[in-house]
């Protein structure tokens, strides 16, 4: 299985709602990643997961906030988004953060009315 | 930080090579990674270089040179399925460990 999965794959919300985007991947994989991808645009990194511990966060606003429960699971809570949050929310995987390629989701594409 | 430079579009026609050249200044490497993304999908690995010198798979080579912070992506034999964005990334070590950086990505155009 090299797979990473994404759920959902699209998401419509308002600017006062909470929702929470998942990803799951049952390749063994250490490392876990969030990245954000607007239109013709590269991913851009948000968050970075070792061992189920946040390492890196990319100075990205409170209202996205990652959550990673176990070695295969990791969400991305969201709260008062902006319309600019639009994007593709790419989740992605590696063996560890300086091992091995990364494995993507096809991500949930957020609209944030 | 760091700085990923390519092309931001090539064309080619199909049966061709095409070479798609990146640029890269970082603190720290650790390893450079060559994506594939079609349209409105999620980016598939393609190659990854960690020592200088060239990495063969199938239709797709990829090269390094750490010295001159340089890689290019060599497709043959395209086909119109390979017109798509293919996307330079860096990986950086020392204390930045586990940033991954992208490139612009470089739209590829096959044309029959």
């Known amino acids: 299985d090299t797979e990473v999965t994404q759920t959902p794959k699209h998401l419509v919300m308002g600017m006062t709602n909470k929702k929470s985007l998942k990803c799951e991947q049952h390749?063994?994989?250490?490392?876990m990643y969030w990245y954000k991808q607007k239109a013709k645009k590269p991913p851009e990194l948000m968050f970075v997961?070792?061992?189920?511990?946040?390492?890196i966060n990319e100075s990205v606003p409170s209202r996205f906030s990652p959550e990673c429960p176990n070695s295969s699971l990791l969400n991305l809570h969201l709260h008062a988004l902006q319309p600019e949050d639009s994007a593709l929310y790419l989740c992605?995987?590696?063996?560890?953060?300086?091992?091995?390629?990364?494995?993507f989701g096809e991500g949930s594409r957020l609209t944030v009315l | 930080g760091q700085n990923i430079d390519q092309p931001t579009e090539m064309t080619a026609t199909e049966g061709a090579i095409v070479q798609i050249n990146c640029t890269y200044q970082?603190?720290?490497?650790?390893?450079l990674f060559w994506y594939q993304q079609h349209a409105g999908e999620a980016p598939t690995f393609l190659s990854y270089n960690v020592l200088d010198g060239l990495e063969e798979k199938g239709r797709f080579s990829s090269f390094l040179s750490r010295s001159k912070g340089y890689s290019y992506l060599l497709l043959k034999e395209l086909q119109m399925k390979d017109s798509a964005s293919y996307l330079c990334a860096v990986r950086e070590g020392g204390s930045t460990l586990g940033r991954l950086y992208f490139g612009r990505g470089t739209q590829l155009t096959v044309w029959p």
């Open positions: 970082t603190s720290g490497f650790n390893g």
């Open positions: 992605a995987s590696s063996q560890g953060t300086n091992t091995g390629e990364l494995f």
């Open positions: 390749m063994g994989h250490r490392a």
């Open positions: 997961y070792s061992y189920e511990k946040l390492s």
